[in-house]
Structure formats: structure tokens, C-alpha cells
């Protein structure tokens, strides 16, 4: 799931936008170890290292310190746990996911309107999108002012495909004076729906009304696929490097970018473009496909790489990467049956317009028109325009009995 709005960073950065894979989609960040709860309070995680000018690992280490010496600090626990989960979107790293959820898990039946806001991030990264949006409920009756909050209900409704309760979510924005965040939400709805013009202009305004970096990034890459849909590749490359040249580590980011070369047959710079985040399971699998379109002698490595991470991720009951691993049985193992089982579970969870194309792809392959109804469906209520899926369902329709 991608969604919309970057919690208060709290020390590493400035309140943003965040392009998440989150939940899923493009952006799913597919664990390669369990989390694991410390067997005391004593016990060290991880060590960073610490390197002059590297003001991240610095405010980490900060953070960390203050909860130490105040560990019933709640304030001081949700300024960790949000670095903690902003580093795992910002690095593909899942690991950090784990570290939050340790941190928030004490506060149980303590929790403020900030730890709910993380702790509702956490369980949407699981997808576990009811419970997530029970707990930015609960934040909002604490806060009811806690914008992050209902942006992330947004972002949750939309993922479900669910325009109606975005709608309301984006006038509780505007209600609350979030005029970026309004228009973030509005023209990512706008999108969705098939108003695919409308939805650049209400991006641009937002755009022009965000400052921050960060805001920008996400805009920027929004505004990319949003013209990629619109068959405006020039204007998408536009979009998509003048993100890249703002200089923030972002998985979506790179995930939409790398989704932009590939379908545009540029697989060599996709290759250049993310051969330094092997680590990142979302990245990896663009990269090994990347590889194996160029016949490069690594990407045997990478995929293999990728099937022990599938394999991994199953024995631990983790389903919050089928969407990826459709897409891995699809191009790279080209199991067309497998890629739509995979496809069609993600499709009953998450249905944002990637989780419809692999659902798509997966079926035409197989031969199984009546596999991608639902995305059929979607495409036909939402009036969704992108140029490929549109190709793709037409395909699937001549192939109905």
C-alpha cells in the first residue's frame, strides 16, 4: 500500500508525505527475519554506526537514550517507534518494523494519541487494516486534531478501494485547514476514479503548497504515475527525476521509477539505478528482473535470493507479500498459475490499481479470464484510465467464453 502521509519524524526529518509499500503494492517491503521482542530491556538490537555528519544515526542514537532514562515516557517512546518505522520505509529494512513494535508494546493500556497514530501504522504495514483504522479512530478521539491520522485512514480506504469513506477522509483534512495534505489525498482519490486530469492539477496545487522536501518527493512521484497513466512519458520522466534529484532515500520512490523503466523496455538503467539495495526485498525484485531481461550473470543470484526470502516469509505465516510474489511466479519463474493464486489473495486485501495489474497480467497468462473478475469489476466502476491495464482487460474480455 502506498500511501499519502509521513508521520512527524520526530528528530530525523520534518512531517511529510510518505510513499510507502508498505501494506503492499509497489512498496512492500517483504521481511527477511521474523521481529523479535528483546528478552530484556538491557539487550542491544543493533549498533549503528556512528559517522561524522550522519545526523540519522545521531538522532537515532538520541532517541534512544531519552527512553532509557524515562522508559514509562510515552512521549519518548512514539519519537522512537516513529524513527523507527520511518527508516524501515525510507531503507526497504523490515527489521526496523520489529524494533517499533517492541517499543510500543509496553504501553498497551497506556496509550496516547501519538503511540496509537504508530501503532496503527504498524498494523497497516501487517495488514492489519481494520485494526489500524480502529486505532486512528482512537486517536482522533484523543486528538481530534491529529491530522496524520486521518491521513492515514484515507490512505487505508483507498488501498480497499473504499471511495466514499476517502472522500469523507479528504474533507476532514480540508475541515482541519491541511490544505497539502487535503490535496494529496483529493488527487490521489481523483486518480483512482478515472479523473486522471483533475488529479494532476489538484497534485501541482499541492505541490505548490509544500516546502518540505519530503512532501514534495512523494508529490513528485505521484504526479509521475499519474502522467505514466495519462500515456505522458515525457512529463512522467520529468516528474520522476526532479524527485530523485531532491536526494531522499525512498522505496516507492525507487519501486515506481524502476515500474517506469521497465515498462518503457530500459532495463539497463534500472540495473544502474538500484544495484546498491539488494537488501530491500521490493527493489530486489526489479532489479532481478531487470537482470534477467539483460541475461546478467547475477541475476540467477537474485532471484534465488528471492525465492529463499518467498520461502522464508511462508514458514513464518507472512502473507503481506503476495502481490510481490505474484509478480516474482509471473515474470521470473513464468508460473502463470502460481502468479494468479498469489494475485487474487492480494486482490481480497488490497486493491489499489498495481494490485489490479498484477491480477490482470497473471490471469491473461494463465488463460483464466474469470481469475481477474474483480479487477474487471474495479476497472468498470472506478473508470481507472491507465493505458496498459485498459490493453490488458481488453485482451481478457475477447478471451471470455
Known amino acids: 500500500m502506498q500511501l499519502f502521509l509521513a508521520p512527524s519524524r520526530r528528530g530525523l526529518s520534518r512531517a511529510g508525505f510518505i510513499a510507502l509499500c508498505v501494506i503492499g503494492g509497489a512498496t512492500a517491503a517483504l521481511?527477511?527475519?521474523?521481529?523479535?521482542?528483546?528478552?530484556?530491556?538491557?539487550e542491544v538490537l543493533e549498533r549503528l554506526p556512528l559517522r561524522p555528519g550522519d545526523e540519522a544515526t545521531r538522532a537515532f542514537r538520541t532517541l534512544r537514550q531519552a527512553l532509557a532514562k524515562t522508559p514509562t515516557d510515552a512521549s519518548a517512546a512514539s519519537a522512537l517507534a516513529q524513527a523507527y518505522f520511518d527508516q524501515a520505509m525510507a531503507k526497504g529494512d523490515p527489521r526496523y518494523i520489529g524494533y517499533a513494535e517492541a517499543v510500543v508494546r509496553p504501553?498497551?493500556?497506556t496509550m496516547t494519541a501519538d503511540l496509537l497514530l504508530v501503532r496503527g501504522q504498524l498494523r497497516q504495514y501487517r495488514h492489519q487494516f481494520e485494526e489500524a483504522l480502529e486505532d486512528f479512530s482512537s486517536a482522533l478521539r484523543l486528538d481530534p486534531q491529529q491530522a496524520q491520522a486521518q491521513a492515514w485512514r484515507g490512505a487505508i480506504f483507498l488501498v480497499q478501494a473504499n471511495y466514499p469513506a476517502a472522500q469523507q477522509a479528504c474533507q476532514a483534512l480540508r475541515d482541519l485547514a491541511q490544505r497539502a495534505l487535503a490535496g494529496a489525498c483529493q488527487g490521489l482519490l481523483q486518480a483512482y476514479t478515472g479523473n486522471l486530469q483533475a488529479a494532476q492539477a489538484t497534485?501541482?496545487?499541492?505541490?505548490?503548497?509544500?516546502?518540505?522536501p519530503e512532501n514534495q518527493l512523494w508529490l513528485l512521484t505521484r504526479l509521475g504515475e499519474v502522467a505514466s497513466w495519462r500515456g505522458q512519458a515525457a512529463q512522467a520522466e520529468q516528474h520522476f527525476k526532479a524527485a530523485l534529484k531532491l536526494g531522499l532515500d525512498d522505496g516507492y520512490l525507487l519501486a515506481a521509477w524502476s515500474d517506469f523503466?521497465?515498462?518503457?523496455?530500459?532495463p539497463a538503467e534500472v540495473v544502474a539505478l538500484l544495484a546498491p539495495w539488494e537488501s530491500s526485498d521490493g527493489l530486489l525484485l526489479r532489479l532481478a528482473e531487470a537482470g534477467t531481461l539483460l541475461k546478467l550473470p547475477a541475476a540467477s543470484r537474485h532471484v534465488q535470493a528471492l525465492a529463499n526470502r518467498f520461502d522464508a516469509a511462508r514458514l513464518r505465516g507472512d502473507a503481506t507479500h503476495r502481490a510481490e510474489e505474484a509478480r516474482f511466479e509471473l515474470r521470473l519463474r513464468g508460473n502463470p498459475q502460481a502468479a494468479l493464486v498469489m494475485a487474487k489473495a492480494n486482490y481480497a486485501v488490497q486493491r489499489e490499481p498495481r494490485d489490479a495489474r498484477i491480477l490482470l497480467e497473471a490471469a491473461l497468462a494463465a488463460k483464466d479470464p474469470a481469475g481477474a473478475q474483480a479487477a474487471l469489476d474495479w476497472l468498470r466502476s472506478s473508470g481507472f484510465q491507465d493505458p496498459h491495464m485498459l490493453a490488458l482487460a481488453k485482451d481478457l474480455n475477447l478471451k471470455t467464453p
Open 31 to 42: 521481511c527477511h527475519a521474523a521481529p523479535r521482542t528483546p528478552g530484556a530491556d538491557t
Open 203 to 212: 497534485l501541482q496545487l499541492a505541490l505548490q503548497a509544500s516546502p518540505a
Open 107 to 109: 504501553f498497551a493500556s
Open 261 to 266: 523503466l521497465l515498462d518503457a523496455q530500459r
